[in-house]
């Protein structure tokens, strides 16, 4: 059973920036794609930034440079650096590793952007 946790969530301000971690309990290269995804109050669920085996990058247009989604220093984890912050970044952040067809899933990461 793959197993995530997310590190990193806080409260930030406005035009700050926050790096977000997610540790795997295997090596990353075992999943075809990991991924960062958002879940805001009242809202949806939905794709921040994904990274596949290749290392091929995919970003949402709302993010598009201002984060970037990386592979962290450890075999194990994917990193995700949010630059420039908005107040509509404001939601649960989700790491997530895909096999084939099936989803693994983190506890989530709180983070508020606000002054």
């Known amino acids: 059973q793959v197993r995530l946790v997310e590190f990193g969530g806080d409260l930030v301000q406005p035009g700050g920036s926050l790096r977000l971690s997610c540790a795997a309990s295997?090596?990353?290269?075992?999943?075809?794609?990991m991924g960062w995804y958002r879940q805001a109050p009242g809202k949806q669920r939905e794709l921040v930034a994904t990274?596949?085996?290749?290392?091929?990058?995919n970003y949402a247009d709302s993010v598009k440079g201002r984060f970037t989604i990386s592979r962290g220093g450890a075999k194990d984890t994917v990193d995700l650096q949010m630059n420039a912050l908005k107040p509509e970044d404001t939601a649960i952040y989700y790491c997530?590793?895909?096999?084939?067809?099936?989803?693994?899933w983190g506890p989530g990461t709180q983070v508020t952007v606000s002054s």
């Open positions: 990274i596949n085996v290749g290392g091929v990058t």
């Open positions: 997530n590793a895909r096999i084939l067809r099936n989803d693994f």
């Open positions: 295997e090596s990353i290269f075992n999943f075809n794609a």
